[in-house]
């Protein structure tokens, strides 16, 4: 999907494209209720958007938006979630017990125009913990805004009970790890592929800027506009 961000006929910034690549639902969550976190791209940004809610309640979920700049996708992924598969990997193949904390806490600021104070926005975290759900060490994608919190917890699901484990060639790699490593083969995958997403968003910026310079003359109006006349 293409948002087209304009400002009553003013400045016109180009037209972004989102797209999501993998969503994660938590593993530890209560009776009835659902957390996910879909993982994409929105313009020049790593997109991740929380969710949580109710299943089949109508009332909206509650929802979360976090972007981050290319710069920090990178740090994170080399300085922290590789080192942590890593970790994890010679714990297990050890016998080791797998450790309990936060490996990673990133908070999100923004300059009050007023008084030029750097206020915090919410809290980026990655933790490793034992799920109430599998009673096993579990890897959390956390974000907490200051009034609400999602975590999702990347636990092995369903797929330990339909895989066999006898072969000795993936000997020592824990199956309960597989959603986590999933998460991070994505993540990776957005990092390695960062040209070609910003050149089909630079090419779709292009195409909604034409469009919107001869929507009039081809009788085609924007029938709902939103707020602050982005359409």
């Known amino acids: 999907m293409a948002f087209d961000k304009g400002n009553g006929g ?46 089949g309640d109508r009332n909206k979920a509650a929802s979360q938006y976090v972007s981050l700049d290319y710069e920090y996708a990178c740090a994170i992924l080399h300085y922290v979630i590789e080192p942590l598969i890593i970790q ?22 923004f300059t009050d125009k007023d008084t030029k104070q750097v206020r915090t926005i919410g809290t980026l975290s990655i933790r490793s913990e034992v799920s109430t759900t ?15 919190e999602w975590k999702i917890a990347l636990g092995a699901g369903n797929i330990q009970n339909h895989l066999t484990m006898e072969c000795p060639n993936v000997d020592g790699l824990d199956i309960g790890d597989s959603r986590f490593q999933q998460f991070a083969y994505i993540w990776k995958s957005i990092i390695n592929c960062w040209i070609p997403i910003q050149l089909v968003n ?12 001869i929507k009039s003359k081809l009788g085609i109006e924007n029938k709902y506009p939103g707020k602050s006349g982005s359409k």
Request: with cysteine; charged share 15%.
């Open 10 to 55: 003013k400045f016109q910034p180009q037209p972004s494209v989102s797209t999501p690549f993998g969503t994660f639902y938590s593993t530890d969550v209560g009776v009835g209720e659902y957390q996910s976190l879909r993982i994409g791209s929105y313009g020049d940004k790593v997109a991740l958007n929380f969710y949580k809610g109710i299943a």
């Open 88 to 109: 994890r990997v010679k714990d297990y193949q050890s016998g080791n017990e797998y450790k309990v904390g936060v490996w990673f806490e990133y908070n999100l600021t």
């Open 134 to 148: 599998t009673q096993r060490n579990t890897v959390c994608i956390c974000y907490n805004n200051g009034t609400d």
């Open 202 to 213: 630079h090419q779709t910026g292009i195409l909604m800027n034409n469009f919107n310079a």
